[in-house]
């Protein structure tokens, strides 16, 4: 879809070009990421960050990392718009409240496993003679769920 | 800290007016959350989104919201400036990946406690009679785990 946009030449400028009302060079540095079909994605990296400051670091970058990089930027200044306070940080402080509220719910979940397992062997080894063998495994088994 | 140097007024521009070589006025717009003992702040934001837009965004919050846009403008910038490629987002797709692997060890600890109970149910039924009781106590203990 990219490429069919940049052969129509400067009779179909990409979106950043159109929107900046300048002509769309044969190597103007948005049109492989900005076609014209996806006005939105350039008028919010423009919003946020400016064309001036996209056109610069995506100039600063190999062109095997402009795409991911034009993503990321999309993604962050639609962030940004949808929230202007907080942007993408904002995102990142839920994920990180979900980490601590999943590394709680991880430590008792384990901690409920070994005192099970404490409690199993206790009762194995007073009031059912010859498990040993079984419990020594299941003590390993819990290990690896330590390791995780 | 930032009221010291806005006291001095014109003598002492904040960071952002040292930056952009402009008189530093009384009712500078970035005066209170870019002091001029802390200049990277503004360069990074200047440098990733640049001053009109941060300028702009600024403007368009009410004041009490100001510090905390400027906060995560400065974190996002810095990110970006980091890692210019994914920046934030490159934050973003590592917690969600640390959410992921929590979730799986998580799911995998409360399935070996709901095992264990199952087994530890099937012994006391079939071995220990007259313990009914503590296992259905034990059972909603459990379900406590599930709805964290």
């Not at 009779?11 to 009302?21: D, G, I, M, N, T």
């Not at 996209?54 to 990089?69: C, Y």
């Not at 430590?107 to 409920?112: C, G, L, T």
Request: hydrophobic share 35%; aromatic share 6%.
């Amino acid at each position: 879809m990219k490429e069919s946009g940049r052969k129509q030449g400067a009779l179909s400028p990409c979106a950043a070009c159109k929107l900046l009302r300048r002509r769309c060079a044969q190597d103007c540095v948005f049109a492989p990421y900005f076609p014209a079909d996806e006005p939105q994605k350039f008028a919010s990296v423009h919003k946020v960050f400016g064309a001036s400051n996209v056109n610069k670091m995506l100039q600063e970058l190999p062109e095997h990392q402009r795409s991911d990089a034009v993503s990321s930027m999309v993604y962050e200044a639609n962030a940004r718009l949808r929230d202007p306070v907080y942007g993408c940080v904002g995102a990142i402080s839920s994920l990180q409240q979900q980490i601590d509220s999943l590394q709680t719910q991880l430590a008792i979940a384990q901690a409920e496993v070994v005192h099970m397992r404490m409690r199993q062997y206790g009762s194995s080894s007073n009031n059912i003679p010859g498990t040993m063998d079984m419990v020594v495994d299941q003590t390993n088994a819990g290990e690896s769920l330590w390791s995780c």
